[in-house]
């Protein structure tokens, strides 16, 4: 683990894997860094930053004081100042959540390209009526803190239900560990049910924004938004792959990833 520190003072931990160009990969949601692990070897070329997410390891000291504003500025200037420690210009590939925090953070970074697959962006009319963050909060309060995450990885893992979500988390690598993120999931998605879409996100840098056929229907609506918004933007979207899409198919990933890079 390499650890560097920001002006603010502020404590920015990575991963570094190979030589080649910075490739700083973001995880989304519940995943820790190490969800990029398996993927690794497709980008042998590059030189893989992953570094830990603020709130997921480096949490802010007071979570209740923290607004979900907050929680996403601080993570995009997390992202900015990595961008500007590495050598040369980076490409940025955010999963999910990551995947927004990549984009935000190249409107204001020198950035050689972004790759966002399914951006946590909810179109306008699903954010009117989001309210997992509630329904989390509300069986943390409880003591019910493993529900607070299922009802996550419900909504965004498995967005048609599954026949037996326990058994599916006995296979999941990152449970039960992924339950003491309960309260950082909550704020991350108060964060992204505020988070409005600007009618342009000035990005100068190309970005490819991706989506799965398989995933949440209001995910693939928001992958199309984002990338209305972009100014130099190419979409693609993967027959039969779901949200996990980096981790699930990523001989499919990369290939489309390469392709957009030569071009």
Known sequence: MVTIQSVDGTEIVYERHGDGQPLILLHGGMAPRQYWHPVLPYFEGYGAVIPQRPGFGTCLADPA?????????????????????????????GHSYGALTAVEAATDASVEA???????????????????????????????????????????????????????????????????????????????????????????????????????????????????TLPHSRLVEFDRVSHSGPGEAPERIVAEVDAFLRS
């Not at 996403?72 to 490409?91: F, H, M, S």
């Not at 967005?159 to 704020?187: K, M, N, Q, S, T």
Request: glycine content about 4%; aromatic content about 6%; proline content about 6%.
């Open 65 to 93: 004081e923290t607004s979900a504003e907050e929680v996403l500025d601080r993570e995009v200037q997390y992202v900015r100042t990595l961008a500007n420690a590495v050598d040369g210009d980076p490409i940025l590939f």
């Open 114 to 228: 972004v790759l966002a697959y399914e951006p946590a962006v909810l179109p306008d009319d699903y954010r009117k009526e989001a309210d997992l963050a509630e329904r989390m909060a509300a069986l943390i309060d409880e003591g019910e803190r493993k529900e607070a995450v299922k009802r996550y990885i419900e909504q965004v893992l498995h967005p048609d239900g599954i026949d037996d979500l326990d058994a599916w988390l006995a296979e999941w690598p990152v449970w039960p560990d992924c339950v003491e993120l309960a309260e950082e999931a909550v704020r991350m998605n108060r964060a992204v049910e505020q988070y409005q879409l600007p009618a342009v996100l000035d990005v100068k840098a190309p970005v490819l924004v991706m989506t799965g056929t398989n995933g949440p229907d209001f995910l693939r609506e928001s992958a199309r938004g984002v990338h209305k």
